[in-house]
Nanobody, 123 residues
Framework: QVQLVESGGGLVQPGGSLRLSCAAH????????IGWFRQAPGKEREGVSC????????YYADSVKGRFTITRDNAKDTVYLQMTSLKPEDTAVYYC????????????????WGQGTQVTVSS
């Protein structure tokens, strides 16, 4: 059974940092592009960042470029999203997702979803 388990969400003040983790179970992480979507109340789900399995290509949404960093540790089957300089508009439920490749991730064609972790940026 494939499971993606997120952790690391929480409440943080504007300008603060959080690191999200996505641990894969029943799935070899380095065979998939792994990334993060987020969805805020009343808004559409958006792709935030993704790292490919093959050549390490990385995607960042314009809204997070320069603030978020995605990395993967294949030995631990875990992907991390380091979020810095957080803004109130980053508040959302963040979902880890596995896709066949970067392009299918960007098309929201996802093989497996995590359960989501809440990130709230507020003073």
């Amino acid at each position: 059974q494939v499971q993606l388990v997120e952790s690391g969400g929480g409440l943080v003040q504007p300008g603060g940092s959080l690191r999200l983790s996505c641990a894969a179970h029943g799935l070899t992480l380095d065979s998939y592009a792994i990334g993060w979507f987020r969805q805020a109340p009343g808004k559409e789900r958006e792709g935030v960042s993704c790292i490919s399995s093959s050549n390490g290509s990385i995607y960042y949404a314009d809204s997070v470029k320069g603030r978020f960093t995605i990395t993967r540790d294949n030995a631990k089957d875990t992907v991390y999203l380091q979020m810095t300089s957080l803004k109130p508009e980053d508040t959302a439920v963040y979902y880890c997702a596995a896709a066949l490749d970067l392009m299918t991730f960007l098309d929201h064609i996802v093989y497996s979803w995590g359960q989501g972790t809440q990130v709230t940026v507020s003073s």
